[in-house]
């Protein structure tokens, strides 16, 4: 049995990792934290609840975050230093800080996990556009999230203007030179990647990767329903975590 402790329970992705452990053999939920929750929060029986960081007392392995961004890597420092293996599926952490996690955990002989999207569909997207980036440099993203969503582009978009990157390297290639009449209009620009964010109601987490070539156009898209979607890689996580080295990013570092 593997002890979890789940931060953000209260949120949507939170309640979802809740029910998941709870009904797991494998997983053992012994204790949830948020700081906004009060004294007579619901939580499952024989699970402690904590409000305070500093108080928390537990024999969890892995600590499961799903708050804030700037709650997520104050919470994934303690678990460090506490020898707990931070799994961290909140996204708009900034490169800055994912270092400093990095070097954090190896101080501390640690390791961890951020994973900027639970979806298997994401992750074989990602790693689609990353070989068709070989051959097909001219490339853009567009993502599309829930309305409630804050931080954008989002963490999975980044990540797949990240591999993109990686795939084009040693391919010619040569950003489009275009004039914007309105600012913003050809997105955000990261890698050399434009990124269109949409948020709107209705929505969970989709996105797209458009590859253009001469005569020739490639779409790679996935779609996320459900956040149920999203406990199938959340329940991978879980399971290896000895597959890790280090404070890592991505869910295929476990798959």
Known sequence: MIKVLV????GAMGQQAVRLIEHDQQLELVAVYSPHATRNASVPTGCQLFTQLTAIQTDAQVWVDF???????ENAKFALAHNLIPIIGTSGLSSETIQALQKFAKSQHQKGLLVPNFGLSAVLLMQFAKQAARYFPDAEI???????KRDSPSGTAISTAEQIAIGR????FEAPQTTETIPGARGAHYENVPIHAVRLPGYVA???????????ALTIR?????????????????????????FMVGLENVL
């Open 7 to 10: 931060s953000g329970f209260q």
């Open 142 to 148: 567009i993502e599309m999230h829930h309305a409630d």
């Open 67 to 73: 708050s804030t961004p700037a709650g997520a890597a």
């Open 169 to 172: 390297q040693g391919t010619p």
């Open 206 to 216: 989709h996105e797209q990767v458009l590859f253009g070539g001469p005569g020739e």
């Open 222 to 246: 996935q779609d996320s329903f459900d956040r149920r979607s999203f406990m199938h890689g959340l329940r991978l996580a879980l399971l290896n975590t000895n597959k890790l080295s280090g």
